[in-house]
């Protein structure tokens, strides 16, 4: 199915659609003739997939009901020297690799001792969120997502995965702190979206 002018035909017939009112009927538990989805890939299987299909036309029959839209944090410092990116809470990733991988976790010990834990203030990103309204305002006709930006998921970015997973065994009153200070950033992330007149906040993608 392809939407060329941004609108469907109701299950009931003869009204039209925007794809942000399916993704609403949908979410409400109302029959459409669409099926409403968002799709997107990593920049490396989109370039397969063009070469795949001999050309980009393919990318044009994407109808995506959801669109994301950037959220008021910014993980990321000023670039380093490809292929290395160290994150605001210290952590050192390779970003040739896909899924991206920690080179240096920000704490090698389960412990705070010596670290300074980053506040909301220092993950907020002006230009991200001013992007975000702007993508909102663009895609008025789909169902609008803003990507919070930091959420519970993150709490292995100070440690590793590895690290992080023993820590919730081993050192459960740190691991309980760790979860207790990215708490209040996400709550501190979701207070900072309430300006931007998006349909939903989405905290991760698992």
Same mark, same amino acid.
């Given at each position: 199915?392809?939407?060329?002018?941004?609108?469907?035909?109701?299950?009931?017939?003869?009204?039209?659609?925007?794809? /942000?009112?399916? *993704? +609403? %009927?949908?979410?409400?538990? /109302? &029959?459409?003739?669409? *099926?409403?989805?968002?799709?997107?890939? &990593?920049?490396?299987?989109?370039?397969?997939?063009?070469?795949?299909?001999?050309?980009?036309?393919?990318?044009? /029959?994407?109808?995506?009901?959801?669109?994301? #839209?950037?959220?008021? *944090?910014? +993980?990321?410092?000023?670039?380093?020297? !490809?292929?290395? *990116?160290?994150?605001? @809470?210290?952590?050192?990733?390779?970003?040739?690799?896909?899924?991206? !991988?920690?080179?240096?976790? !920000?704490?090698?010990?389960?412990?705070? =001792?010596?670290?300074? @834990?980053?506040?909301?203030?220092? +993950?907020? %990103?002006?230009?991200?969120?001013? =992007?975000?309204?702007?993508?909102?305002?663009?895609? !008025?006709?789909? @169902?609008?997502?803003?990507? $919070?930006?930091? #959420?519970?998921?993150?709490?292995?970015?100070?440690?590793?995965? &590895?690290?992080? +997973?023993?820590? #919730?065994?081993?050192? &459960?009153?740190?691991?309980?702190?760790?979860?207790?200070?990215?708490?209040?950033?996400?709550?501190?992330?979701?207070?900072? #979206?309430?300006?931007?007149? $998006?349909?939903?906040?989405?905290?991760? =993608? =698992?």
């Amino acid at each position: 199915l392809n939407v060329t002018d941004g609108a469907r035909e109701s299950a009931n017939g003869g009204t039209r659609m925007k794809p /942000r009112d399916i *993704v +609403l %009927d949908q979410i409400n538990h /109302r &029959e459409t003739n669409a *099926v409403p989805y968002t799709l997107a890939f &990593e920049s490396e299987v989109s370039d397969r997939l063009d070469t795949h299909y001999g050309d980009s036309a393919w990318r044009e /029959r994407i109808d995506n009901y959801i669109s994301h #839209c950037p959220g008021p *944090v910014g +993980l990321i410092r000023e670039p380093e020297p !490809a292929p290395r *990116v160290t994150d605001k @809470f210290g952590t050192v990733w390779r970003t040739d690799r896909l899924p991206p !991988a920690v080179v240096e976790p !920000a704490i090698h010990t389960p412990s705070f =001792d010596g670290y300074e @834990f980053p506040s909301f203030e220092k +993950l907020f %990103d002006p230009q991200s969120k001013a =992007d975000g309204i702007r993508s909102i305002e663009e895609a !008025a006709d789909s @169902f609008t997502v803003i990507m $919070a930006g930091i #959420c519970l998921w993150q709490s292995w970015y100070l440690r590793g995965f &590895e690290s992080t +997973l023993s820590d #919730c065994i081993l050192e &459960e009153e740190f691991y309980a702190e760790v979860l207790d200070r990215y708490t209040d950033l996400t709550l501190s992330s979701i207070a900072e #979206c309430k300006d931007m007149s $998006a349909d939903a906040i989405m905290m991760g =993608d =698992d």
